[in-house]
């Protein structure tokens, strides 16, 4: 939950505001060092408090994202690659996939 909150707070913060008309977005964070990042962030937070944070950040996600116009095109990190809201909310939806997988697979354990 952690690591998706963090996530989420990131694209917020980094990425949604400068989704404009041929905008190069930053690069996204080493994987790893922002996991670390992540953990260390969360550590004073109760079970509770990460819950109702994590929803919080991700509506606000959904909300800002789903303001920026359907023809906004943007690049990342200085790819040639066009990323729409639409497009970019789909690497996440991948990430948060393979989260729950993985969650799924230790709960049948």
Do not use: C
Not at 38 to 44: G, P
Not at 45 to 69: M, N
């Amino acid at each position: 939950m952690g690591h998706l909150y963090y996530w989420d707070k990131f694209n917020l913060d980094k990425m949604v505001p400068y989704m404009t008309e041929g905008a190069d977005l930053p690069t996204f964070p080493d994987h790893d060092q922002h996991n670390e990042e992540a953990m260390s962030f969360i550590k004073d937070y109760s079970v509770e408090s990460l819950i109702d944070s994590f929803v919080l950040t991700r509506k606000e996600l959904i909300e800002k994202i789903s303001r920026v116009g359907k023809d906004v095109r943007f690049t990342i990190g200085g790819g040639k690659r066009k990323f729409s809201g639409g497009s970019f909310i789909k690497i996440f939806i991948k990430h948060d996939a393979h989260h729950q997988k993985q969650i799924n697979e230790k709960s049948l354990k």
